[in-house]
């Protein structure tokens, strides 16, 4: 069985920091890609940025500059260092991630978490 779980959310003020993270536990090899998506309110779910392998993150244009994905393949967690934070970034953020199988490793099987809260006060 695997696990993903994100962590790290929180309360922030207006141009405040805060890191989450997606772990992946269980029976897995490694985690191939991860996308960070976020829910903020009266909004559909929307991608904020991703990673795979070791190619370069891709970001979503509102949060460019501000917001850094890594990952540490160790652990088999990827994070979201978040800077610069803006009211409007309050909202749920879920990590999806594509983890390998271990006894098939070139197969990838697709996980959500269950969502970590931000709120960014003004």
């Known amino acids: 069985q695997v696990h993903v779980v994100e962590s790290g959310g929180g309360l922030v003020q207006q141009g405040g920091s805060l890191r989450l993270s997606c772990a992946a536990s269980g029976n897995i090899f490694s985690i191939r890609a991860v996308a960070w998506h976020r829910q903020t309110p009266g909004k559909a779910r929307e991608p904020v940025a991703n990673i795979i392998g070791n190619e370069n993150p891709i970001y979503a244009d509102f949060v460019k500059g501000r917001f850094t994905i890594s990952r540490d393949n160790a652990k088999n967690t990827v994070y979201l260092q978040m800077n610069s934070l803006k009211p409007e970034d309050t909202g749920v953020y879920y990590c999806?991630?594509?983890?390998?199988?271990?006894?098939?490793?070139?197969?990838?099987?697709?996980?959500w978490g269950q969502g970590t809260q931000v709120t960014v006060s003004s």
């Open positions: 999806n991630a594509d983890v390998l199988d271990p006894i098939a490793p070139w197969r990838a099987d697709n996980y």
